[in-house]
C-alpha cells in the first residue's frame, strides 16, 4: 500500500477530514469517513491534485459537503465501524487505566497498544467486524503475512494478536460483539508459510477456468490470470499488484539480442521504495500474457490490467483471497505441514522455484524488493527438496550416484 507522509497529515476539526500527501507525491489527497446508508460505510479516498495546502483544506471540504449532499440518507461517523466500536472503547480503557501508574514502562502500555492498532487498522477499514468468518480471513492470511514480510518475530506477533484478542473480549462483554474470532495460535504465528508446488498451482488455475466455464462468471477466469501473473514474478499479492494498469508494463529487448524478449512491470508504492521494476519468466511471457492482454483488448493506459471492471481494490483483495482459499481448500490443498498457504503464499512458490533453479540469492532479492535475509528467513528453507538442492551446491563433489536395486529371483 502507498505510505503516508506522516508530517503532512492535517486533521480538520468538527469535519474530521484527513488531508496528507503520500511518500514522493506532491499532490495532497483527502480521506473522509461515511457512515450507514446506501453507501456501505467505511472511507472515502480522493486526490485533490494539488500542492498547496490552503487550496488542498478548501477543496477537501468542498467534496466533503458535495458527498453528503448526494448522500443525504447517511449517518457520518469519523471512524469506521471496527474502530468505534470495538478498539477505540479498548485503547481509552487502556490508556486510563495505566496513566496512573509509577513505573514508566507500565505507564506506557496503554500507548504501545495503541501504535499496534495504528498499524492494523488499515486491515479492518469497511469490514463488517460482525462477519466473523471475514475478520478471522484478514488476521490470519492478511495481517500475519503483512506482519511476517515487515521482519516482526514471533513473540513481537503474538502482542500484536494479544491486543486484537483482548479488544474481542471486551467487546463481547460489552455486548458488541457475540462471538470471538478465532486468532492464529502460537504455533501457526512461527510456522513458515509453505509454498505451492507448481502442478498444485496448475491444479488451482484449472479448477478456476473450469468454474468460469461451469458458472459462466468471467470474475473466475480473470482470478486465474491474476494466480498465472503472481507466480510469473516476485510481486506481492494484494493491493500492491491489483493496483497494477495497462500503462505499468511494457516489453523490453536486450540490444545485443533482439530476439531476448522481456515483460517489464513497474509496481508503484511499494513497503520498501516508490518504484519497483520487475521482469517475468520467459514462458509465461510468450504462452499465458497474451491470453491476459486478449481478454480485455480495449484498456486505456490507466485502467486496471486485473479486473478492469472492479473498481473498489480493497474489496476486491479480500474476495480473490477469499477466493483462492475456498479453491485451495477445495483440492485439499490449503493446509501443509502445519501451515496455511492463502493466496500470499504463491509468493513463496516464486522464490523457492527460483533457488531450485539456482539463482542467486540477491538476484532472487532484488526480484522480490526484499532483502536476503528476510528471503531466508521467510521465503526458503521450507521443504525437502529445497534443502536438497541446496545441500548440491554445497558439496557438488560428493557422487550422488543412483543405484539400482537388485531384483531376488
Not at 462483554?173 to 474470532?181: N, S
Not at 493446509?335 to 540477491?362: D, F, S
Request: aromatic letters at 12%; one cysteine or more; proline letters at 4%.
Amino acid at each position: 500500500m502507498p505510505k503516508i507522509n506522516k508530517s503532512t497529515i492535517k486533521i480538520l476539526p468538527r469535519t474530521g477530514i484527513r488531508i496528507y500527501k503520500f511518500k514522493n507525491k506532491n499532490s495532497y489527497f483527502c480521506r473522509f469517513y461515511v457512515g450507514y446508508g446506501h453507501y456501505r460505510s467505511g472511507s472515502i479516498e480522493k486526490s485533490l491534485n494539488t500542492q498547496n495546502v490552503n487550496e488542498a483544506i478548501s477543496k477537501a471540504t468542498q467534496i466533503h459537503r458535495d458527498w453528503f449532499v448526494e448522500h443525504k440518507d447517511t449517518k457520518t461517523r469519523k471512524g469506521s465501524d471496527f474502530d468505534l466500536d470495538i478498539a477505540q472503547p479498548y485503547l481509552k480503557f487502556r490508556i486510563r487505566k495505566y496513566k496512573n501508574k509509577t513505573h514508566l514502562k507500565n505507564n506506557e502500555q496503554g500507548e504501545r497498544d495503541k501504535s499496534k492498532w495504528d498499524y492494523m487498522n488499515s486491515f479492518f477499514e469497511d469490514v463488517d467486524y460482525k462477519n466473523t468468518e471475514l475478520v478471522e480471513d484478514i488476521i490470519n492470511d492478511q495481517l500475519l503475512t503483512a506482519l511476517k514480510e515487515n521482519g516482526k518475530s514471533g513473540n513481537t506477533i503474538n502482542k500484536y494478536m494479544s491486543v486484537l484478542n483482548q479488544m474481542f473480549k471486551r467487546g463481547q462483554r460489552r455486548g458488541v460483539l457475540k462471538v470471538i474470532p478465532d486468532l492464529p495460535t502460537e504455533r501457526v504465528i512461527n510456522t513458515p508459510r509453505p509454498p505451492y508446488e507448481n502442478k498444485e498451482l496448475n491444479l488451482i488455475c484449472q479448477k478456476l477456468y473450469d468454474d468460469s466455464v461451469k458458472l459462466e462468471d468471467k470474475f473466475f477466469l480473470e482470478m486465474k490470470d491474476y494466480v498465472s501473473l503472481g507466480r510469473s514474478a516476485g510481486f506481492r499479492q494484494g493491493l500492491e499488484m491489483l493496483s497494477i494498469k495497462k500503462k505499468d508494463y511494457k516489453y523490453i529487448y536486450d540490444y545485443k539480442n533482439r530476439n531476448m524478449k522481456l515483460l517489464q512491470f513497474i509496481v508503484y508504492d511499494t513497503k520498501t521504495r516508490p518504484m519497483h521494476p520487475l521482469t517475468c519468466n520467459p514462458y509465461f511471457t510468450k504462452k499465458y500474457f497474451p491470453e491476459i492482454e486478449q481478454r480485455n483488448p480495449y484498456l486505456k493506459d490507466d485502467d486496471y490490467l486485473l479486473f478492469p471492471d472492479f473498481k473498489d481494490r480493497n474489496l476486491l483483495t479480500r474476495k480473490t483471497g477469499k477466493l483462492f482459499t475456498k479453491t485451495s481448500k477445495g483440492l485439499n490443498l490449503y493446509y501443509k505441514n502445519g501451515g496455511t498457504r492463502p493466496i500470499y503464499a504463491v509468493r513463496h512458490t516464486y522464490a523457492t522455484q527460483c533457488y531450485k533453479q539456482g539463482m542467486p540469492l540477491e538476484d532472487i532479492a532484488t526480484s522480490m524488493n526484499t532483502s536476503v535475509k528476510m528471503l531466508m528467513s521467510t521465503y526458503l528453507g521450507l521443504e525437502e527438496q529445497t534443502l536438497i538442492e541446496r545441500s548440491k551446491r554445497m558439496y557438488p563433489k560428493f557422487p550422488y550416484r543412483k543405484t539400482k536395486l537388485k531384483v531376488v529371483r
